[in-house]
């Protein structure tokens, strides 16, 4: 704290993203990121953009882009909103759209970033438990509130709803929005987007981060009814009016334009996934079902903690959270082939081999 802070930044707590340590030797599987590159498609897009024009502003309302995106969803540019990343479509989102009298909710197992936004703009949530196996209970949200944001499939549990249960709690709360957050969806979910047209009440918010291997370009983007992207782009020219930046949109552009290389390598790590499950699953782990490019795991006889410790005293880092319902469950993210194999050769190390 400063005497010359703003006296409200002392009660904050800030999002804690995960350790980039500045070792490379280190097999990172603590992130999320995609462990393929990006499309060469997208690199040389990005190496064609780094010209004379970047002296210019970029087009305020990426519209190329809003363009193809529109496109490959099959919904019109003007249920388009895009950012800069999707985490700052979603604190758009919160201030915009789930800000009212009535508590957000969403699930006590979530993103973490939710609470942290509520917190920055002083608005009252409701954090609704997931089920002793760790799933959301839609039903359970189906009571007063200002909004409801749940990601589908979770995090950091990777489990995943179905569409119709999704069509069930729009039904059940018209007055107010649903925000389905598919950071993971393209890794075995199963999407919203069909329901923006019958909906009026969703907006759905997707990101380049994940899928499409381009955390470090930061673009993300929302799907939902005219009413609710106006509200949005209301929000971001209050704070932004050039969050994309020139390289961005012609890389994020790219990407949608290269389908065979976003298929292949999605379906990559759907195979990945299912091979680390199995391995982890031979050595004692309880593995959550996983539609997400990460796994959530414990092992009975390990505490989550010393595990990772001891995973990153072997150069493999994942993600432990200190939430007291989920503080023996580890986060690991689906590597390549070779990083998958040493995270299963320093596990083997410390819990013993497959049916021991
Ligand atoms: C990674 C992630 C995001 C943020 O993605 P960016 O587009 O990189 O900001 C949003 N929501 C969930 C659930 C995520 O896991």
Aim: charged content about 20%.
């Amino acid at each position: 704290m400063s005497r010359f802070w703003n006296p409200a930044l002392a009660k904050l707590a800030p999002y804690v993203p995960g350790e980039q340590p500045r070792l490379s030797k280190l097999i990172k599987l603590n992130t999320n990121e995609n462990p393929f590159g990006p499309s060469p498609h997208v690199v040389k897009a990005l190496q064609a953009a780094a010209n004379d024009s970047l002296r210019l502003y970029p087009d305020p309302h990426s519209h190329a882009l809003a363009q193809a995106i529109g496109a490959y969803h099959g919904v019109d540019t003007s249920e388009v909103f895009i950012g800069n990343g999707s985490d700052e479509v979603l604190a758009h989102v919160f201030l915009g759209l789930l800000k009212h009298e009535r508590p957000v909710l969403f699930p006590d197992i979530t993103y973490s970033f939710y609470p942290v936004y509520c917190g920055l703009y002083d608005m009252a949530y409701h954090e609704v438990p997931v089920s002793a196996g760790m799933e959301i209970r839609v039903e359970d949200y189906a009571q007063p509130c200002g909004g409801i944001i749940l990601p589908n499939p979770n995090a950091p549990t990777g489990i995943g709803l179905a569409s119709a249960q999704i069509e069930a709690l729009l039904v059940s709360q018209p007055d107010v929005v649903v925000v389905v957050d598919e950071a993971y969806v393209d890794f075995g979910g199963e999407s919203v987007v069909p329901l923006v047209a019958r909906y009026p009440n969703l907006l759905v918010v997707r990101t380049l981060s994940k899928s499409r291997s381009l955390a470090g370009l930061r673009v993300g983007y929302a799907i939902g009814h005219q009413d609710l992207i106006v509200g949005l782009e209301r929000v971001k020219n209050c704070f932004n009016s050039y969050p994309i930046d020139r390289l961005a949109q012609a890389g994020a552009l790219a990407s949608f334009e290269d389908e065979a290389y976003f298929q292949h390598t999605r379906q990559e790590v759907m195979r990945l996934r299912a091979g680390l499950v199995a391995s982890l699953e031979q050595r004692g782990f309880e593995v959550l079902p996983s539609q997400a490019n990460f796994i959530f795991a414990r092992h009975p006889r390990h505490d989550a903690a010393q595990l990772a410790a001891r995973l990153r005293e072997r150069s493999v880092i994942v993600r432990h959270f200190r939430h007291p319902r989920i503080d023996q469950f580890l986060r690991i993210s689906v590597g390549k082939e070779e990083e998958c194999a040493a995270l299963v050769t320093a596990l083997t190390d410390i819990v013993g081999p497959a049916g021991a």
